[in-house]
């Protein structure tokens, strides 16, 4: 009984590890204030920040690599 348990745990810790690695966004954040709005995006590969304004936009990304 203990065998199965354990091997049910260990699937479900895998499809979970899988699906947490394949999401590109972990968390997106947006805020917007006099005209200008910013739009965060965070995950374990990259990290984006969007701003939109008056001056224009600006769109930059941060990938992270191993190194």
Do not use: T
């Not at 954040?29 to 936009?57: K, T």
């Amino acid at each position: 009984m203990d065998a199965k348990i354990a091997i049910l745990l260990s699937v479900i810790a895998c499809v979970l590890n899988i699906i947490g690695l394949a999401i590109p966004y972990w968390l997106e954040f947006s805020h917007s204030e006099a005209g200008a709005s910013v739009n965060y995006i965070y995950g374990l590969w990259s990290q984006c920040l969007d701003l939109d304004g008056p001056e224009g936009r600006v769109h930059k990304c941060i990938v992270n690599a191993m190194e």
